[in-house]
């Protein structure tokens, strides 16, 4: 059974610093992996999708890598700002379905 | 497009009774999931379907839940009776089967029953 889990579960840095969020999942053969971003009573956003044949995946200040030999996924965010703070997941589906699998999140706090 | 609309927002009800709730998707996705958020068991899938017809309810807890999809703008999610270990935050999200499975999540419904 897939089971994916993210360290750290909160995490507060001062506004501009570089930081990394990990993910580790159990079972090597997923089919694609997400991170999304959760604010506050709100929905998930999808932030990148690296689908299984993929390394890493790129959106402005984001980047996120994966390395299904080891089941990890990294999620690095340059220079962060007060509006990054959100909850971070991470989710795996499983080879050939849309089906996934969420991690329990990291609570990021960016202090101004 | 307005993105997956949910509804309602918030829904406070007693035990015992039935709650629906309910969820547009996204023109066009063919694809739309049922998920329950709460602080102990994170997010969980309770189920999914694919061009309106149901594949995977493994992740729905009883039989008093149900799920059913219509036609492929509208989805219902059915707890009856309900009880308040229900109570949690229910969303909808959709995607597109050639979208590489990206999800596009609605807002949610919270829901307390009491």
């Known amino acids: 059974k897939q089971e994916v889990t993210q360290i750290p579960a909160a995490l507060s840095v001062p506004e501009g610093e570089n930081l990394v969020l990990n993910c580790s999942f159990t079972?090597?053969?997923?089919?694609?992996l997400q991170w999304f971003r959760q604010d506050p009573g709100k929905g998930l956003t999808s932030l990148l999708l690296i689908q299984s044949s993929q390394r890493e995946q790129t959106s402005g200040r984001l980047n996120a890598s994966l390395d299904k030999s080891s089941g990890r996924s990294t999620l690095y965010i340059a220079a962060s700002q007060p509006g990054d703070s959100a909850t971070y997941l991470c989710a795996v589906s499983t080879s050939g379905t849309y089906k996934y699998i969420f991690g329990t999140g990291t609570r990021l706090k960016v202090l101004a | 497009d307005a993105g997956v609309i949910q509804s309602p927002r918030h829904e406070v009800t007693e035990m015992g009774q039935e709650v629906t709730l309910r969820c547009k998707p996204i023109s066009g996705h063919d694809y739309l999931f049922w998920y329950r958020q709460t602080m102990m068991r994170g997010l969980e899938l309770l189920i999914y379907f694919n061009n309106n017809v149901p594949i995977d309810d493994s992740g729905m807890p009883e039989d008093r839940f149900s799920a059913k999809m219509p036609n492929a703008s509208f989805s219902t999610l059915k707890i009856q009776p309900s009880e308040p270990r229900d109570s949690a935050v229910y969303f909808c999200?959709?995607?597109?089967?050639?979208?590489?499975?990206?999800?596009?999540f609605g807002a949610g419904t919270r829901l307390s029953v009491l």
């Open positions: 999200a959709s995607s597109l089967m050639t979208g590489q499975g990206i999800q596009y």
């Open positions: 079972d090597s053969a997923i089919y694609n």
